[in-house]
């Protein structure tokens, strides 16, 4: 039996990979639509190779009888039609941050607490982590299993695709701009995007760090353990798609960088592809379009006791976002809502 599925900001760069990524997957679906506001309806997006699905509007659709939502709308949006929808007897997975820190709705990611599911049916909502605590977890999980994290001191290096299709639009037509010598117009960023990087992502909060890097901390703590610290420095940078994090972590218990290497191997979503040599690291361009979460750069760092170096790379719109909440999708009606 095939499964009834919202996809709501279906216009939206996760949205369509969400959609990419359900019919990549062969997802059980009998019914997918494509949900988004009054603005974008009627237009058409894509799923799967040969099918074309026409949007609907998010403000007047009923969820009654639909399995599964993905949502990717934007938190305030979320906030409204996510306990609408759930509400509905439709379960919400949902990408943005309004949810994550509910203590009601669980925060998942599959390869590393894919018991956490269970948990949605307090408010039949879960949520899905931010994109860059996604890829980092995914790394940390099977080293935190041998060694228990401490501490983590990670700089991440985010690609403009995670602030919209409108930042990479700026990112295109600064780089132009400075080719032919026009005006740089600044509309999404604070600063120049372009040949640049900016060391601010989301808005200041109390202490001075950004919203981003405290995401990062408090979503580790309730994803991999509570007595985890964390120190973010998050930057955007002029990349199109993909993510890098040079992580910095600190155990409880001594790891060398053999077990590491060979504990990361073997863990369910991550690519070891670490060579000390021209070109045996793995950098944006090349995870763009892939699922996996690339480790590289494993090293000892000296100046700690049990301390690892790593560099980590993903898609951010894949895994870091549409392939992760298709993977709870999935997790859901093997284990949960089976014959639903």
């Known amino acids: 039996m095939g499964y009834r599925i919202a996809v709501v900001g279906g216009t939206g ?31 058409d997006v894509s799923y799967g190779d040969d099918k074309i699905l026409k949007v609907r509007n998010l403000e007047h659709f009923d969820f009654k009888g639909f399995d599964i939502a993905l949502f990717s ?29 509910d203590p009601d709705v ?28 996604i890829q980092m977890v995914v790394a940390l999980k099977p080293l ?27 990112l295109f037509n600064q780089t132009r701009a400075i080719f032919v010598n026009d005006p ?23 202490g001075g760090e950004t919203r981003e890097e405290w995401k990062m901390a408090v979503e580790t703590r309730k994803i991999l353990g509570p007595d985890i610290q964390v120190s973010a420095t998050c930057v955007r940078v002029p990349v199109f798609v993909g993510h890098g994090e040079a992580i910095n972590v600190e155990f409880e218990r001594p ?7 060979a504990a990361l191997k073997k ?27 690339y480790v590289s750069r494993i090293r000892k760092d000296p100046t700690v006791a049990n301390g690892l170096s790593l560099w980590v790379v993903s898609d951010n719109l894949r895994k870091g976002a549409a392939l992760n909440a298709v993977q709870i999708a999935e997790h859901l009606i093997e284990r949960h809502i089976a014959g639903r």
Do not use: W
């Open 73 to 101: 709308p934007g938190g305030k949006v979320s906030a409204v039609y996510a306990p609408k929808a759930a509400a509905a007897g439709c379960i919400v997975i949902d990408n943005t941050s309004h949810f994550r820190m």
């Open 255 to 261: 790891l060398g960088e053999t077990q590491a290497r």
């Open 184 to 206: 740089i117009d600044r509309q999404k960023f604070t600063k120049q995007i372009a040949f640049n990087v900016i060391p601010h992502i989301d808005v200041f909060v109390e």
């Open 13 to 43: 760069n996760v949205g369509r990979e969400m959609l990419t990524t359900l019919a990549e997957h062969d997802f059980p679906a009998d019914e997918v639509v494509a949900l988004a506001s009054s603005r974008s309806l009627g237009k």
């Open 267 to 293: 863990a369910p979503g991550v690519i070891v592809l670490d060579r000390r040599a021209d070109e045996g690291y793995v950098t944006p361009v090349e995870a763009a379009g892939e699922d996996a979460v």
């Open 106 to 133: 669980p925060l998942v990611v599959p390869e590393v607490n894919p018991d956490a599911i269970a948990g949605y049916t307090k408010r039949n909502i879960i949520a899905n982590p931010n994109c860059s605590t």
């Open 144 to 170: 935190h299993d041998l060694a228990r994290v401490k501490r983590v001191v990670v700089a991440t290096y985010q690609s403009v695709s995670g602030a919209g299709r409108d930042a990479m639009d700026e």
